[in-house]
């Protein structure tokens, strides 16, 4: 069932943020759709779609990627990376703001693949392992909660709680009640995505940036996926809106990641279609691609789980 649930995932991830490179090493290769058992003719029937989804502007571009097998079948890009102050076609290689992607990809497999090692566990209080997080009546929150959107907390604080620093921020965000007592009510949160990067940096010494290129983007030869894209990757970045006048291009949109620096365990995630093939591949291989193991199976197995929540199932970090 878990393999079913992953391939109806790699459609969602890749139709809703991502775009295409070609890798050399650890990228998917490529196949005509007959090769793997798919229907070429109904793979077109998605530029009939997009083109719709482009005439009634609900978007400006994409890139779609479909992957079946273990290889690339349909890879193409549709429409404009950029619309203002001129039209920037896009292409294969587009640079996309993963935003929410950046829960389940960056902050959950992180969390995971430390839950594997054993140095922190599902229900440990979040507490145990950020005191300051105790304050007004969190004491019994656990990192399961954090993950499957059951912590009782608010879906964000105010945007003033990020504008006087990342050391204010975080007294703001520890001082938080909870709307609901733990465990008894599903409440989308990107504080408790924000919550979760920070324990990742508490455990390891390191940012969730830098946890998660060397633990699980670069085991993969996943170039193209960063928290703060270099020059190069900006170039190639998807435009989305104007902040202090100026076009976000390479810069996370969430205004709350953007406040801290750019690394957030809810937003600030970037990366393309083929990197994110590369990754979703690794999930269906049960946490191992072309040889490099980044979770167990039983790592995998559980982080896909149906874990029953008020409003229905949630994986830990993913919906379902």
């Given at each position: 069932m878990y393999r079913n649930q992953f391939i109806v995932l790699l459609s969602a991830l890749l139709l809703s943020a991502a775009s295409g490179h070609r890798l050399t090493f650890a990228g998917l290769p490529h196949a005509e759709p007959h090769q793997v058992g798919m229907d070429g003719d109904c793979l077109a029937s998605i530029d009939e779609v997009v083109a719709e989804g482009l005439q009634n502007k609900q978007m400006p571009g994409c890139v779609v990627a479909v992957g079946r097998r273990g290889k690339i079948v349909y890879l193409r890009a549709f429409g404009?990376?950029?619309?203002?102050?001129?039209?920037?076609?896009?292409?294969?290689?587009?640079?996309?703001?993963?935003?929410?992607?950046?829960?389940?990809?960056?902050?959950?497999?992180?969390?995971?693949?430390?839950?594997?090692?054993?140095?922190?566990?599902?229900?440990?209080?979040?507490?145990t392992h950020i005191p300051e997080f105790e304050q007004n009546g969190k004491g019994n929150v656990r990192i399961i909660h954090l993950l499957t959107h059951q912590a009782g907390l608010i879906p964000d604080n105010p945007l003033e709680d990020y504008l006087h620093g990342e050391k204010q921020a975080w007294e703001k965000i520890y001082a938080l009640s909870l709307r609901a007592e733990p465990g008894t009510r599903f409440i989308y949160t990107d504080v408790g995505f924000l919550v979760l990067g920070e324990l990742v940096r508490r455990i390891t010494g390191a940012d969730l940036n830098?946890?998660?290129?060397?633990?699980?983007?670069?085991?993969?030869?996943?170039?193209?996926?960063?928290?703060?894209?270099?020059?190069?990757?900006?170039?190639?970045?998807?435009?989305?809106?104007?902040?202090?006048?100026?076009?976000?291009?390479?810069?996370?949109?969430?205004?709350?990641?953007?406040?801290?620096?750019?690394?957030?365990?809810?937003?600030?995630?970037?990366?393309?279609?083929?990197?994110?093939?590369?990754?979703?591949?690794?999930?269906?291989?049960?946490?191992?691609h072309q040889g490099r193991r980044i979770l167990a199976p039983r790592t995998v197995r559980t982080m896909t789980a149906p874990f029953v929540v008020s409003s229905g199932v949630r994986g830990l970090g993913w919906d379902k």
């Amino acid at each position: 069932m878990y393999r079913n649930q992953f391939i109806v995932l790699l459609s969602a991830l890749l139709l809703s943020a991502a775009s295409g490179h070609r890798l050399t090493f650890a990228g998917l290769p490529h196949a005509e759709p007959h090769q793997v058992g798919m229907d070429g003719d109904c793979l077109a029937s998605i530029d009939e779609v997009v083109a719709e989804g482009l005439q009634n502007k609900q978007m400006p571009g994409c890139v779609v990627a479909v992957g079946r097998r273990g290889k690339i079948v349909y890879l193409r890009a549709f429409g404009y990376r950029q619309v203002k102050p001129e039209k920037v076609p896009t292409t294969t290689d587009t640079v996309f703001d993963l935003a929410s992607l950046t829960k389940p990809i960056a902050t959950a497999t992180s969390v995971m693949k430390l839950v594997e090692e054993g140095r922190i566990r599902l229900h440990d209080r979040v507490a145990t392992h950020i005191p300051e997080f105790e304050q007004n009546g969190k004491g019994n929150v656990r990192i399961i909660h954090l993950l499957t959107h059951q912590a009782g907390l608010i879906p964000d604080n105010p945007l003033e709680d990020y504008l006087h620093g990342e050391k204010q921020a975080w007294e703001k965000i520890y001082a938080l009640s909870l709307r609901a007592e733990p465990g008894t009510r599903f409440i989308y949160t990107d504080v408790g995505f924000l919550v979760l990067g920070e324990l990742v940096r508490r455990i390891t010494g390191a940012d969730l940036n830098a946890y998660s290129q060397r633990e699980i983007f670069q085991p993969l030869n996943m170039q193209e996926t960063t928290f703060l894209p270099n020059q190069q990757l900006k170039k190639r970045s998807a435009v989305t809106e104007k902040r202090n006048d100026q076009w976000i291009r390479g810069d996370v949109h969430d205004p709350r990641a953007y406040h801290l620096g750019g690394v957030a365990g809810h937003a600030g995630l970037f990366s393309t279609a083929e990197d994110l093939a590369v990754f979703a591949q690794m999930m269906l291989g049960e946490g191992t691609h072309q040889g490099r193991r980044i979770l167990a199976p039983r790592t995998v197995r559980t982080m896909t789980a149906p874990f029953v929540v008020s409003s229905g199932v949630r994986g830990l970090g993913w919906d379902k």
